[in-house]
């Protein structure tokens, strides 16, 4: 069980976005999407430039694929194991990886923290396939769990609250919310009901409905916490 935790904003960088220096000082997690920068012989270096960009914020490394909303080709999905070896083994290493549900991670929760992640672009699942994809993450030894659904109407969010009270303090970082327009709000008060990361751009909006990092601190400030 973890005690009272700190809530995190991961700012995402793309190739866009790193130039914007004072945006990137303010999130407490830098997600590195290897997916958006096309060129792979880059990879081995970025996790040590967003260290000097941001030495007190978590490094979480994403190659996201296609079919969950990223630039990675689907079929390219088994490369991924190698290539977080590769980036792990070179410069300022990383301090967690998303990998999507069902994917092996045996090997790569020995050098860095797994958060483990489900995308679904069509609705949000009920809270018993919550808990149940929670349940999987734990028996595998994530240390984070991360649902992204998408919501279709203003109560769409509602099982995500009740997933992230109930498993809050089960994992180490945990991220529950809805894209789209009707989601946007989830995007914070999910950290009022458990959660303790979501997820902010820095520069363009990377998924449907996601906030900017000066805006999800707004909506902080002002409403939920």
């Not at 490094?59 to 792990?88: H, P, Q, S, V, Y």
């Not at 410069?91 to 994917?103: A, F, H, P, Q, S």
């Not at 734990?138 to 109560?155: D, I, P, R, W």
Request: glycine share 8%; net charge neutral.
């Amino acid at each position: 069980m973890f005690q009272q935790k700190q809530k995190f904003i991961a700012g995402l960088i793309s190739p866009e976005v790193l130039a914007k220096t004072a945006i990137i000082e303010r999130c407490e997690v830098l997600e590195i999407r290897y997916d958006l920068f096309k060129d792979v012989a880059e990879w081995n270096g970025l996790s040590q430039k967003v260290s000097e960009l941001n030495p007190k914020a978590l490094r979480l490394g994403t190659i996201r694929l296609e079919m969950d909303g990223g630039k990675w080709e689907n079929d390219r999905a088994g490369e991924r194991n190698e290539l977080f070896e590769r980036i792990l083994n070179n410069g300022k290493t990383l301090d967690w990886i998303d990998m999507e549900r069902g994917v092996d991670f045996s090997q790569l929760k020995r050098r860095a923290k797994i958060i483990c992640s489900w995308h679904l672009f069509d609705r949000v699942p009920s809270e018993q396939e919550l808990c149940e994809f929670a349940e999987e993450c734990l028996k595998s030894g994530a240390c984070g769990c991360k649902v992204a659904a998408m919501a279709h109407s203003e109560n769409d969010a509602r099982p995500l609250y009740g997933f992230a009270k109930k498993y809050g303090e089960k994992f180490e970082l945990l991220s529950a919310f809805a894209m789209g327009e009707h989601g946007q709000e989830s995007r914070t008060r999910s950290l009022k009901e458990g959660a303790n990361l979501t997820y902010a751009s820095i520069g363009k909006a990377l998924a449907p409905g996601q906030l900017s990092v000066e805006d999800t601190f707004l909506y902080l400030s002002r409403k939920w916490i």
